[in-house]
């Protein structure tokens, strides 16, 4: 979002529409992976997700449409792909069970803090550069994992450079995670200096 820009309250918006494309994806991605294990088109299920989350930011900006349910959508969208990718990856025997668990966990961690925000009157707390950062490496790293599941050259070397964005991608998650803690703990430490007897 431009500095000074405020999230409107439309719905219907080109960015919106694309972050509602990109959840659709996540079922097909799904059966695609797990059912005929078309991983071609799985990894272009993933592709064309990862493009169309770049663009709907950039044409939020460009059209001026950040609107608060792209706020929403887009980091569910990114949520949702990684989870569904994590899972479909443990299941075929291609990503350890115990880094899936290390992934899903820092989002049940992080999850527990909705119930605190909401006390305190907010919403999602806006996502850290950090997270960003995260989430490009581990949107990376999943579908190059997925190409990695083969003999061949381009198999071996897929599987390599995906597993640098996954080791990459999973310490900068939990770092992102760590740094949303803390920021819930200071609004809370706010709240109760704001309601302490003067």
């Known amino acids: 979002m431009e500095p000074g820009q405020v ?51 950039k044409l939020a ?16 969208a990114d949520r949702l792909y990684i989870l569904a990718t994590v899972l479909a990856l443990s299941v075929r025997h291609i990503m350890p069970w115990w880094l899936a668990a290390v992934l899903i966990g820092r989002d049940v961690v992080l999850a527990g803090f909705l119930p605190v925000l909401k006390r ?15 989430t490009f490496n581990l949107l990376y790293a999943l579908p190059l994992l997925l190409l990695g ?13 995906g597993w640098a964005f996954a080791i990459w991608g999973t310490a900068l998650y939990w770092w992102a995670g760590g740094l949303y803690a ?9 709240d109760r200096l704001e309601g302490a007897p003067v």
């Not at 409107?8 to 509602?20: G, H, K």
């Not at 059209?63 to 792209?70: D, N």
């Not at 599941?149 to 450079?161: K, L, P, Q, S």
């Open 7 to 57: 999230p409107s309250d439309r719905v219907v918006t080109v960015p919106n529409a694309l972050s509602l494309l990109r959840l659709f994806g996540v079922p097909l991605f799904l059966w695609l992976a797990l059912g005929p294990k078309a991983d071609g088109w799985a990894i272009v299920v993933l592709v064309v997700s990862s493009f169309t989350d770049w663009l709907d930011g």
């Open 61 to 76: 900006r460009l059209l001026h449409q950040t609107s608060r349910l792209g706020q929403l959508l887009d980091p569910a």
């Open 120 to 134: 305190l009157g907010y919403g999602p707390l806006p996502v850290h550069y950090l997270g960003k950062a995260a």
């Open 149 to 161: 599941d083969g003999h061949e050259t381009v198999n071996h070397v897929a599987r390599i450079v």
């Open 182 to 190: 803390v920021q819930v703990r200071q609004l809370v430490r706010a």
